[in-house]
């Protein structure tokens, strides 16, 4: 017996036998090999694929050996796990029992259980080894308490005394010795009171827990009732909502049917002239056909008196030449119902291109700007009304476009476009009289030229003449850019001319801005309203720098990570995940999920350039890794001469600013991005909206061979 209870400890000392070379643990149907060694079975067949060799020793073998398990060292293995187990089991049963029993036991007799602990002697005892303490007086000043099981825990570490203090300065049990030597002059009191202090604190941390739970319980309960009340009003929204477009559709299918109706009374009256002429027609054809007759009669009479004596008259109706009607259904109501319907889609398609907050600008009145006094320039011999001089108030925000793929963001003062009447061939704008000057009419109010449902110009007048001075020669008013000159550019209205010529003479009773920096464009027009300053958009102004894991091969980044220029000539990165392997683009070292952000890029060209924005999951390898023609990007992008939105593949024409520099506002928590034409002032040109599913990077797309992009260095 003696020798199988040691056993264990002989096992234990082969440990390492009985572990596998190349998986390091027990044996698991251990295989011996020709050249003696073991190993696993499964092992073993891992290792062999190609050829046969020891994986211990290296030994190449010819052909796949034939594996035979070892059972001597396998039921070994299964004797060494037993034991193993066994020996670890048991310390754990040990230290379970006696946590279970809780128990503490008399020290004298460590059999029995404790009836009391005696805090002078520091040991517990039953009640029979408690009789010297009850009836022998010399115990009579020892102190016993309910049995104790940490009477090693409350034994002074320094000075082996009961720790019968708690120092309240230090916060620590202190013995007798420790209160007259280290804790002298502290401030002291027993454990027991500590502990009800204690209690005290903990039982009103518990009240203040209890009243923050039930007043987390009283507004989860608000909300529930507030949730309730949402999805009513949203009930009565929707309600209202469609009763809103009911209307609007039953309008529409009146007026249809009114145009409908316009167009029949039309035909009719055009058939009705038609069959009147024709009637007449018929008439002329009877009456000619029976002068016809009588010229038969008296031809075919064989009496040369009777011929003689007879006497004919052509008919009136032989005066008469007849000619087809020029009948058509162009009258000034029917062009009128027409053309109303054209413009009305027209209106209605650009106002469904923007979001809901751009529409209401669209449709409301827009506020007259308060008369300022703003200064006349020196040089000018002209004066124009306040209330043209007089800019609106500018507004907190830009609207902004909240759509992928939206147009540009329009200016407030937008003048009504006519294209049906501008595609006719000869069709002129109407000019002012003389002394006048023409105000953009806003497409608002019942207001309409010659009753045919068309907004049209308004004049303004007349303008005040100078009492002195030279007269100003007139300036001729440059045509439109043909597509020729321009592609991708539509020609502008007469209207939008006309209203650029009196922002100029605007622009001379106004103070000029005061800029910092030259501007790059000077061809921008300095008097749009949705133009912002430039200082403004530097209070959000961030340092980005090019990730260099990210940039194509094509690629190249100089200038501490700021320029990307691209090449034909394949720059030598390492292979990685993140890179661009199809598309030339590169992505910024930094994203963002939250805040506003603004920085600036300077273009060499505008051509075959994109900025944009990407998710960090943007596709890299793939065809579709372009940015903007996939979900997890967006970006503007000169193509040759023409500028375009892109997200998802799909495309929106801007028009073209030809700008050199490029800043972005990307605003996190509208989840807005804002693209602008940066010069004296900043002048957005698009918005994207997209809610923001993960952070964003500043994203760049270079094609065209000696092009290239610079992040700026923001200064006011």
């Known amino acids: 017996m003696a020798e199988m209870d040691a056993s264990p400890f002989s096992l234990m000392s082969l440990e390492d036998e009985l572990t596998c070379s190349i998986c390091l643990s027990p044996f698991d149907c251990p295989v011996t090999i020709p050249c003696g060694h073991n190993f696993c079975q499964d092992c073993l067949l891992a290792t062999w694929k190609d050829s046969y060799s020891c994986p211990q020793c290296r030994?190449?073998?010819?052909?796949?050996?034939?594996?035979?398990?070892?059972t001597v060292l396998s039921t070994v293995v299964e004797t060494f796990n037993l034991r193993?187990?066994?020996?670890?089991?048991?310390?754990?049963?040990?230290?379970?029992?006696?946590?279970?029993?809780?128990?503490?036991?008399?020290?004298?007799?460590?059999?029995?259980?404790?009836?009391?602990?005696?805090?002078?002697?520091?040991?517990?005892?039953?009640?029979?080894?408690?009789?010297?303490?009850?009836?022998?007086?010399?115990?009579?000043?020892?102190?016993?308490?309910?049995?104790?099981?940490?009477?090693?825990?409350?034994?002074?570490?320094?000075?082996?005394?009961?720790?019968?203090?708690?120092?309240?300065?230090?916060?620590?049990?202190?013995?007798?010795?420790c209160l007259q030597q280290v804790h002298k002059g502290c401030s002291f009191i027993t454990p027991e009171e500590q502990r009800n202090l204690q209690e005290s604190d903990l039982r009103s941390k518990l009240g203040l827990l209890d009243g923050k739970i039930t007043k987390n319980e009283?507004?989860?309960?608000?909300?529930?009732?507030?949730?309730?009340?949402?999805?009513?009003?949203?009930?009565?929204?929707?309600?209202?909502?469609?009763?809103?477009?009911?209307?609007?559709?039953?309008?529409?299918?009146?007026?249809?049917?009114?145009?409908?109706?316009?167009?029949?009374?039309?035909?009719?009256?055009?058939?009705?002239?038609?069959?009147?002429?024709?009637?007449?027609?018929?008439?002329?054809?009877?009456?000619?056909?029976?002068?016809?007759?009588?010229?038969?009669?008296?031809?075919?009479?064989?009496?040369?008196?009777?011929?003689?004596?007879?006497?004919?008259?052509l008919p009136q109706t032989v005066k008469f030449e007849p000619t087809a009607p020029q009948i058509n259904l162009d009258s000034k109501k029917m062009k009128a119902a027409q053309e109303f319907s054209t413009l009305l889609k027209e209106h209605l398609t650009e106002i469904f291109k923007?979001?809901?907050?751009?529409?209401?600008?669209?449709?409301?009145?827009?506020?007259?700007?308060?008369?300022?006094?703003?200064?006349?320039?020196?040089?000018?011999?002209?004066?124009?009304?306040?209330?043209?001089?007089?800019?609106?108030?500018?507004?907190?925000?830009?609207?902004?476009?909240?759509?992928p793929g939206r147009p540009p963001v329009q200016p407030l003062f937008q003048p009504v476009r006519m294209p049906y009447m501008e595609s006719h061939p000869g069709w002129h704008p109407p000019q002012p009289p003389p002394g006048y000057f023409m105000r953009p009419q806003f497409m608002q109010g019942p207001r309409t030229n010659n009753n045919t449902g068309i907004l049209g110009p308004q004049w303004t007048g007349p303008c005040p003449q100078p009492k002195s001075g030279p007269k100003k020669k007139p300036q001729k008013q440059k045509p439109p850019q043909s597509a020729e000159d321009n592609m991708g550019?539509?020609?502008?209205?007469?209207?939008?001319?006309?209203?650029?010529?009196?922002?100029?003479?605007?622009?001379?009773?106004?103070?000029?801005?005061?800029?910092?920096?030259?501007?790059?464009?000077?061809?921008?027009?300095?008097?749009?309203?949705?133009?912002?300053?430039?200082?403004?958009?530097?209070?959000?102004?961030?340092?980005?720098?090019?990730?260099?894991?990210t940039a194509h091969k094509r690629i190249s980044l100089s200038e501490?990570?700021?320029?990307?220029?691209?090449?034909?000539?394949?720059?030598?990165?390492?292979?990685?995940p993140e890179r661009f392997a199809v598309c030339s683009q590169v992505l910024a070292s930094k994203g963002f999920s939250r805040g506003r952000h603004y920085w600036e890029v300077k273009l060499s060209s505008n051509n075959f350039i994109g900025i944009g924005l990407a998710y960090k999951s943007i596709d890299r390898k793939g065809p579709t890794s372009r940015l903007g023609r996939?979900?997890?990007?967006?970006?503007?992008?000169?193509?040759?001469?023409?500028?375009?939105?892109?997200?998802?593949?799909?495309?929106?024409?801007?028009?073209?600013?030809?700008?050199k520099r490029i800043g972005v506002l990307l605003d996190c928590e509208e989840g807005t991005a804002t693209f602008y034409n940066v010069a004296d002032r900043a002048y957005p040109f698009h918005s994207f909206v997209f809610p923001f599913a993960e952070a964003v990077y500043p994203a760049f797309w270079i094609f065209s061979s000696g092009s290239s992009v610079s992040l700026c260095k923001l200064q006011a």
């Open 630 to 659: 996939n979900s997890q990007s967006w970006c503007v992008e000169w193509f040759n001469v023409k500028l375009s939105a892109w997200y998802n593949s799909s495309e929106t024409v801007l028009v073209n600013p030809n700008p």
């Open 354 to 403: 923007q979001p809901i907050e751009a529409r209401l600008l669209k449709l409301k009145p827009v506020e007259k700007a308060v008369p300022g006094s703003a200064p006349a320039s020196s040089g000018s011999t002209e004066s124009q009304p306040e209330s043209e001089v007089t800019k609106p108030p500018k507004q907190k925000k830009t609207p902004r476009s909240h759509s």
């Open 84 to 177: 193993t187990n066994k020996s670890e089991a048991t310390p754990a049963a040990e230290e379970s029992k006696a946590e279970e029993e809780g128990v503490i036991r008399c020290d004298t007799c460590m059999e029995a259980e404790a009836s009391q602990t005696c805090l002078t002697c520091m040991a517990s005892f039953c009640e029979e080894h408690l009789r010297p303490h009850r009836e022998n007086p010399t115990f009579r000043l020892h102190q016993l308490s309910q049995p104790l099981g940490d009477l090693s825990e409350r034994i002074c570490p320094d000075h082996h005394k009961l720790m019968e203090f708690f120092c309240s300065q230090h916060s620590r049990p202190i013995c007798s010795l």
């Open 489 to 549: 550019k539509r020609n502008q209205s007469r209207s939008v001319e006309d209203l650029l010529e009196m922002d100029d003479k605007a622009k001379d009773c106004t103070p000029a801005a005061e800029s910092k920096e030259t501007p790059e464009t000077p061809d921008i027009p300095p008097n749009i309203t949705s133009a912002e300053k430039r200082t403004e958009l530097l209070k959000y102004g961030t340092v980005l720098n090019l990730d260099p894991k």
């Open 218 to 313: 009283n507004v989860i309960l608000q909300m529930g009732s507030l949730q309730n009340k949402l999805e009513d009003s949203a009930t009565n929204r929707k309600k209202a909502l469609a009763v809103e477009y009911q209307q609007m559709r039953d309008m529409l299918t009146r007026e249809e049917r009114e145009a409908l109706n316009i167009v029949d009374r039309e035909l009719d009256s055009g058939q009705t002239k038609l069959n009147g002429l024709a009637k007449k027609l018929n008439e002329n054809v009877d009456s000619l056909s029976k002068a016809k007759e009588e010229i038969q009669s008296l031809l075919s009479q064989s009496q040369t008196q009777t011929f003689l004596q007879a006497s004919f008259n």
């Open 59 to 70: 030994t190449h073998f010819a052909t796949k050996p034939e594996l035979k398990k070892n």
């Open 560 to 576: 501490n990570f700021t320029k990307a220029s691209v090449s034909d000539e394949h720059t030598s990165y390492p292979d990685c």
